[in-house]
């Protein structure tokens, strides 16, 4: 089961996540958030977006939203923007 271990904010809706396997991607959010749902909304304000935290392995913000590492991790690899994080190895 893939997990995030670790994630850093690169710019505007943009995350760079580091996963359980070794390896690492930048997931650009703004697809998501053009669906205007009532749980994304909130993350329009970039200081709002900027307080996500990692629980469970999961990408998740305080008013419920939680995003599947796995879903994400799948994405990100048939985007071609998947690639082994050289300095876990």
């Known amino acids: 089961m893939i997990k995030i271990v670790k ?5 505007h809706k943009t995350i760079r996540l580091w996963f359980s396997d070794q390896t690492v991607g930048d997931y650009d959010l703004q697809l998501l958030l053009d669906k205007q749902t009532e749980l994304v909304i909130p993350l329009q ?4 977006f900027k307080r996500f ?3 469970l392995g999961a990408l998740c913000w305080k008013n419920g939203l939680e995003l599947s590492p796995g879903n994400i991790h799948n994405k990100l690899k ?11 190895a």
């Open 7 to 11: 994630a850093k904010y690169i710019e």
């Open 45 to 48: 304000d970039e200081g709002y």
């Open 53 to 55: 935290f990692i629980e």
């Open 78 to 88: 048939q985007q071609g923007k998947l690639q082994r994080d050289l300095k876990a």
